[in-house]
């Protein structure tokens, strides 16, 4: 059944192994592998919790992580609640996730209550914000973040496990050696404060692993949270690809439910589409003109691209997906099935959609 999300579990496996031969084997960094955004498919999490070269299994969702929390226990792997916990989800994360990164004591102090209340101990990734201004205790508050590292040492059921840092999302702003050394530093200083090493000092997502290989990562930073590099093989501070991996490691396939000739621009007055935006046109003349059984509540069209390179993306609205297939070199027809890379906005809504099937080759 279409349209379709189709994993390839080789290739997955394979861009694994060549962000942990970055990551693991030059950078000296232990690798968290980010689920959110394939919705922690079952398949995925089992290969990920088989895969020696993975250490953790983060997600954004309390939610997905008690969907594998089955798996992470019977794995040597510890499971990661990326987003700051909400108060009313502290049982559940005590119950299902290992480690949590926080930025407010009054947090940490609920799960230090609540760890006490199921007889766990609950280890912290205190975030520190280097100036993209998403989460974290700002950077240039150096006291308060030693004054916190202190009172989550003195808790007994919550473990100060790390510093942490999330560049590239809100303020885009790229992480380089400058600024992660403002988190090396800091690290330092908990250290000192606490008169112990921390076991981790987390240096980021996607955006920070080309680094490595740029041989600018600063030293104490000793672990990276993957998703889209391995997923789909991108560095996302400058677009790169990442060594060694694919893009297409998951494709997206639709059919086609239409394909007649007919003008590129449409006849009358224009007014707005089904999405309230007035469309323009380019006046192509006639052409072959494919309908796709796919659309925006099942993906997001502007982060495919097609496999054939020849194909014309021309739009979409909520249920279908129009191309022109006037210069391919293939004769398409009706029945026939288009297939696309996605960048990481179409492959989130694809995986989420319950109308998109997953189908693992
Ligand atoms: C989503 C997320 C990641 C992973 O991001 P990618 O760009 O997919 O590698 C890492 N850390 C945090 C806090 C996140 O929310």
Redesign the pocket.
């Known amino acids: 059944m279409y349209p379709k999300l189709v994993y390839n579990m080789d290739k997955l496996k394979a861009n694994v192994d060549a962000a942990a031969r970055i990551t693991r084997e030059d950078g000296g960094c232990s690798m968290m592998c980010?689920t959110?955004?394939v919705c922690a498919d079952r398949k995925i999490c089992e290969m990920l919790t088989a895969h020696p070269s993975v250490d953790f299994l983060?997600d954004?969702r309390v939610d997905n992580i008690r969907k594998y929390a089955d798996l992470i226990e019977a794995s040597d792997k510890q499971s990661v609640l990326?987003?700051l916990p909400m108060m009313c989800e502290i049982e559940d994360l005590v119950k299902y996730v290992d480690i949590s990164?926080n930025s407010e004591l009054a947090t940490i102090e609920a799960i230090n209550e609540e760890a006490g209340r199921q007889g766990k101990v609950h280890k912290i990734l205190l975030m520190v914000d280097l100036g993209d201004l998403r989460?974290g205790i700002f950077f240039r508050d150096e006291e308060k973040i030693l004054a916190a590292a202190e009172v989550i040492e003195a808790m007994s059921n919550v473990e100060l496990y790390g510093l942490s840092t999330?560049l590239?999302?809100y303020g885009a702003i790229i992480p380089k050696n400058d600024n992660l050394s403002v988190l090396c530093d800091i690290a330092g200083k908990v250290e000192e404060r606490l008169g112990r090493k921390l076991d981790v000092v987390s240096g980021?997502?996607?955006?920070s692993i080309y680094l490595i290989w740029k041989g600018d990562m600063p030293e104490k930073i000793n672990n990276l949270?993957?998703?889209?590099?391995i997923?789909l093989g991108n560095d996302?501070a400058y677009g790169e690809t990442v060594p060694g991996a694919v893009h297409d490691a998951m494709t997206l396939q639709a059919q086609i439910i239409e394909l007649q000739e007919k003008p590129s621009l449409p006849i009358g007055e224009v007014g707005k589409d089904a999405f309230g935006n007035v469309p323009e046109y380019e006046d192509r003349g006639i052409i072959k003109r494919a309908i796709l059984a796919v659309g925006k509540q099942d993906v997001d069209i502007d982060g495919l691209a097609p496999l054939d390179e020849q194909i014309d993306i021309l739009g979409g609205s909520s249920d279908h997906m129009l191309l022109d297939v006037t210069g391919c070199d293939r004769e398409y027809k009706v029945g026939d099935v288009v297939e696309f890379t996605l960048e990481?906005g179409a492959l989130l809504k694809a995986a989420t959609s319950e109308y998109v099937k997953k189908e693992y080759v």
């Open positions: 980010v959110k955004c983060a954004s990326l987003r990164q989460e999330n590239t999302c980021g997502n996607s955006s949270r993957l998703g889209e590099s997923l996302t990481y």
